[in-house]
C-alpha cells in the first residue's frame, strides 16, 4: 500500500505510535475520488493504520474485525495529518485517530477500532 513518502515518526512505543504527514496532491488514491473535490477515502485510511501497525509494533498481526469508525472532517490534498494509534496489548484491540492541523489546533476527522488475532 502506497504511504505517504513525507511520514515522520514523532513517538513511538511497544504500545503506540504517532507519526505526522502531508497528503500530496498526487497521492494515488485520491484519484477520481471525487472528481470535484477530491479527499482521502476512509478504506486508505484504514488501511494505512493496518500497515503501520505491522511496520512499528506488531509484524505478526492479522486484521479481525474494524468496530467504532467515524469519520469527522475530510482530509484532503495538502492537508498536514497527525495519525495516533494505541494497542491494548492483552485484548489485540487497536484506538486510532486522524487529527488535521489547522493552525495553531487540531481537528478530529476520524476514528475508530481495529481488532487483531495473532497469525499463526
Do not use: C
Not at 32 to 37: D, L, N, S, T, V
Not at 62 to 68: K, R
Not at 85 to 104: G, I, M, P, Q, R
Request: hydrophobic share 40%.
Amino acid at each position: 500500500m502506497q504511504m505517504p513518502d513525507n511520514l515522520v515518526i514523532l513517538e513511538q512505543s511497544a504500545s503506540g505510535f504517532e507519526v505526522s504527514f502531508k497528503i500530496p496532491e498526487n497521492l494515488l488514491y485520491l484519484q477520481g475520488h471525487f472528481p470535484i473535490k477530491q479527499l482521502l477515502p476512509g478504506v486508505v485510511q484504514v488501511g494505512w493504520v493496518y500497515e503501520l501497525t505491522r511496520r512499528l509494533l506488531k509484524p505478526r498481526l492479522q486484521l479481525a474485525s474494524i468496530s467504532q469508525l467515524k469519520f469527522s472532517a475530510p482530509i484532503m490534498p495538502n492537508d498536514e495529518v497527525y495519525l495516533k494509534v494505541k494497542l491494548h496489548d492483552a485484548s489485540l484491540k487497536l484506538d486510532f485517530s486522524y487529527e488535521l492541523k489547522l493552525n495553531e489546533h487540531q481537528l478530529l476527522s476520524s476514528k475508530g477500532r481495529l481488532t487483531y488475532v495473532e497469525e499463526a
